[in-house]
């Protein structure tokens, strides 16, 4: 890998879905008045509640079809940017990692960052496809997606990527689910040597970034840390199981097939959906 040069840059963390960026852009987002006076933007502009991440902005990015300087979210951000002074900054959007197959769009936002002075760079956390494709499922299925779970796996398995069809305010979607085929696409359009690629862990994520980026983040590690993360991993841990669970149950064809139904099968699941349900909001109140 090259060398970073000292030039100021914009570090795009793209992802993949699964890979703890919630949990990193939430303590990014608690500190942001305390990175900025260390001359590290985390922009406010476009950050989706619960205001941690910046995937409102690739939303729009990806919906939009039209030159990124023509969305106003956009054209927010780079005032933001231009108006910091800062000569990093980080943006964090893993619904970017959806413009895998998008080099133009991708192209446009490298170019008009470029154009205010910044070097762009890419962090990339990878996650291998046997772990990711099943903690994506759950994710879909509680957003309400209905393909199920052996469907969803044989696409994944078959092609490296899952369609999935609209969901109320979700337009259809086209999931990668092979890691290798993302980071060539984000390696064409930003170059190899601006491209860092992150191995997911389950545990000692923040940790991990901070080490192995420590060329752009200075001396942010005392900030960021795992330990509030690590301090609730027990209830994390019960509560993806729950998650896990309940969407086994809501993916299954029998779910499918009995869910509006009156027969013994259908109570028998409904209740179990119930169940579940109720202890996973139990779990979230605590």
């Known amino acids: 890998m090259a060398a970073v040069t000292q030039d100021p840059v914009a570090?795009?963390?793209?992802?993949?879905?699964?890979?703890?960026?919630?949990?990193?852009?939430?303590?990014?987002?608690?500190?942001d008045a305390e990175l900025l006076e260390g001359g590290l933007l985390y922009p406010s502009t476009s950050r989706?509640?619960?205001?941690?991440?910046?995937?409102?902005?690739?939303?729009?990015?990806?919906?939009?079809?039209?030159?990124?300087?023509?969305?106003?979210?956009?054209?927010?951000?780079?005032?933001?940017?231009?108006?910091?002074?800062?000569?990093?900054?980080?943006?964090?959007?893993e619904e970017l990692s959806m413009a895998w197959?998008?080099?133009?769009?991708?192209?446009?936002?490298?170019?008009?960052?470029?154009?205010?002075?910044?070097?762009?760079?890419?962090?990339?956390?990878?996650?291998?496809?046997?772990?990711?494709?099943?903690?994506?499922?759950?994710?879909?299925?509680?957003m309400g997606m209905g393909i199920p779970r052996e469907d969803f796996e044989r696409q994944a398995r078959e092609t490296g990527r899952v369609v999935v069809p609209r969901m109320g305010v979700w337009p259809k979607r086209v999931?990668?689910?092979?890691?290798?085929?993302?980071?060539?696409?984000?390696s064409a359009v930003f170059g190899a040597d601006r491209l860092h690629v992150v191995d997911y862990t389950s545990s000692g994520m923040v940790a991990r970034i901070m080490e192995t980026q420590a060329w752009f983040f200075r001396d942010e590690a005392a900030l960021l840390s795992d330990e509030d993360r690590e301090n609730v991993s027990g209830d994390l841990a019960s509560r993806r199981r729950l998650e896990n669970l309940l969407a086994d149950v809501q993916g299954s064809r029998v779910w499918r097939a009995t869910a509006w139904t009156r027969s013994p099968t259908a109570r028998r699941i409904r209740g179990t959906s119930v169940r579940l349900a109720s202890r996973l909001r139990a779990s979230s109140s605590s």
Not at 54 to 82: G, T, W, Y
Not at 114 to 131: I, K, T
């Open 101 to 142: 197959d998008r080099p133009a769009l991708l192209d446009a936002l490298r170019v008009e960052l470029e154009q205010v002075g910044y070097r762009v760079h890419v962090l990339f956390s990878r996650r291998e496809a046997e772990s990711f494709v099943p903690a994506l499922y759950g994710t879909l299925v509680r």
């Open 175 to 186: 999931h990668c689910t092979d890691p290798d085929e993302m980071i060539e696409s984000f």
């Open 11 to 31: 570090l795009l963390h793209v992802g993949m879905h699964k890979t703890g960026t919630t949990s990193f852009q939430a303590q990014l987002s608690a500190h």
């Open 48 to 93: 989706e509640n619960p205001s941690v991440s910046h995937n409102l902005l690739a939303k729009e990015l990806l919906a939009a079809r039209r030159h990124p300087m023509q969305i106003r979210c956009v054209r927010d951000l780079f005032a933001e940017i231009s108006a910091s002074g800062c000569d990093r900054v980080f943006i964090s959007f």
